[in-house]
């Protein structure tokens, strides 16, 4: 398969915890990566791996997956988080990348 | 610390040929481990993977660009490049370079460029 699925938005409450889901079939292959942009800039990093944060990000995003869907949790989410969030990996093959929709996430 | 530079393209013609080089500084492409990737984003939509290259071998391309885009490496200024023929306005996009990382059950794109906005217009 060849698609990531990914809700268009979420919002949270300051401080809440929130959970973005990202369904396809090659995530029983190959975990996700989470990617955080914020408008006008590149792309960030935060997840990759079972759950492996970059050097540099917050220990309140962590991520899991469970079958067909992997998920990136946000626990007391902050104003800084207000951002688009993607997920990404290979396609069952292996030889494409493939990325997500993306979610806005919307911290209120 | 890797950083990638891409290079400024600015405005292309319709039908004419994209080209965008993406320089690597503090790590030489050639060395292995890590795939490099292009990645476009048009204005208000999501990321979409162009291809990627693995030190000088073959690339792999998006099925829906394979006809019309090229990349490559250049050895000797440790850069890779993007072309992409025949273009149109919805070729309009940022576009980033990006090294992606892999391991066993999984891959990342760990270290991107600012990217460089690129305009199909007459």
């Known amino acids: 398969s060849s698609e990531l699925t990914q809700d268009p938005a979420v919002s949270v409450a300051l401080g809440q915890t929130v959970r973005i889901t990202c369904q396809g079939d090659?995530?029983?292959?190959?975990?996700a990566s989470w990617y955080q942009q914020k408008p006008g800039q590149a792309p960030v990093l935060v997840i990759y791996?079972?759950?492996n944060r970059p050097l540099g990000i917050p220990d309140r995003f962590s991520g899991s997956r469970s079958g067909n869907t992997a998920s990136l949790t946000v626990t007391g989410a902050q104003a800084e988080d207000e951002a688009d969030y993607y997920c990404n990996s290979r396609d069952s093959s292996g030889n494409h990348v493939i990325f997500g929709g993306g979610t806005k996430l919307t911290v209120l | 610390q890797v950083q990638l530079q891409e290079s400024d393209s600015g405005l292309v013609k319709p039908s004419q040929t994209l080209s965008l080089t993406c320089a690597v500084s503090g790590r030489s492409i050639t060395s292995g481990g890590y795939y490099w990737n292009w990645v476009r984003q048009p204005p208000g939509k999501g990321l979409e993977w162009i291809g990627y290259i693995y030190d000088s071998g073959n690339p792999y391309y998006n099925p829906s660009l394979q006809s019309r885009v090229s990349i490559s490496v250049d050895r000797s200024k440790n850069q890779f490049s993007l072309r992409l023929s025949s273009v149109t306005a919805a070729d309009t996009a940022v576009y980033y370079c990006?090294?992606?990382?892999?391991?066993?059950?999984?891959?990342?794109?760990?270290?991107w460029g600012k990217g460089t906005s690129v305009t199909v217009s007459s």
């Open positions: 990006a090294r992606e990382a892999f391991r066993v059950g999984y891959y990342c794109m760990d270290v």
């Open positions: 791996d079972k759950n």
């Open positions: 090659s995530l029983r292959s190959y975990y």
